[in-house]
């Protein structure tokens, strides 16, 4: 899962199996959740988001889990390939005068292995 | 996203100098974001605009000032350039989807600036 550090969190899975990726969030006020892809050399990518008025999201091969509970988020992929290999952010949304502010996490390496 | 582009991608500096990164849309979103990436730290936010007259102070912005020519044009200038500056900078942007009670927006990221101040 993610964690505040200087080394990043590391999943290494084989190609087919299923990830799970976990984040921790701080702010209880936060209302919406997204879940973003960075491969090397580029900046972040939209995955998949969920609403805190959700507990579960499904996408193409991707479901969001949220756990309101323990401030708890998580990423699933589904028959892991390795063009998922990337470093994955969560990102909490909290309304702040005007418009939304995204607190990010410090991102889970995911490493395919064939 | 090739709708938000970045200039420069890459700049080695000295210390002192002072440096303006650009960012430029093309998606038509009011507002735009300044973010740092240092290893291990994730993203964090330096400032972040809502619309042309809104500036705002992001969690790192000392070291930093921003200017929004435009709606589509958001700069980003360190007036002297040190070194534990060197990171690589993200602008993102984003519009507001309204829906129910909340209110939630997606941000669209550019390519990176990578910058190193020696």
């Known amino acids: 899962g993610e964690s505040v550090g200087l080394h990043l969190p590391t999943l290494s899975v084989q190609e087919g199996d299923n990830s799970i990726i976990n984040c921790a969030y701080s702010n209880s006020a936060s209302d919406y959740f997204i879940w973003y892809k960075q491969e090397s050399g580029k900046g972040p990518q939209f995955i998949i988001d969920i609403r805190s008025n959700m507990d579960k999201r499904q996408g193409q091969r991707v479901t969001v889990l949220l756990n309101k509970t323990v401030k708890h988020l998580s990423l699933q992929i589904a028959a892991t390939q390795p063009g998922d290999s990337a470093v994955y952010f969560c990102a909490e949304s909290t309304f702040t005068g005007g418009g939304n502010k995204l607190t990010f996490g410090t991102g889970t390496q995911l490493k395919v292995e064939l | 996203d090739a709708d938000v582009t970045q200039t420069p991608r890459n700049r080695i500096t000295k210390t002192g100098k002072r440096i303006m990164l650009e960012c430029s849309q093309t998606k038509g979103h009011d507002r735009m974001y300044w973010y740092r990436q240092d290893p291990g730290l994730g993203l964090r936010l330096i400032y972040y605009?809502?619309?042309?007259?809104?500036?705002n102070k992001g969690e790192i912005s000392d070291g930093y000032s921003v200017s929004r020519q435009a709606q589509a044009k958001f700069s980003l200038s360190l007036e002297s350039a040190i070194p534990n500056q060197t990171a690589l900078y993200f602008c993102?942007?984003?519009?507001?989807?309204?829906?129910?009670?909340?209110?939630?927006?997606?941000?669209?990221f550019g390519p990176g600036t990578r910058l190193t101040v020696l």
């Open positions: 605009s809502f619309d042309v007259k809104d500036i």
């Open positions: 993102a942007t984003s519009d507001l989807t309204t829906s129910g009670l909340s209110s939630y927006n997606e941000q669209f």
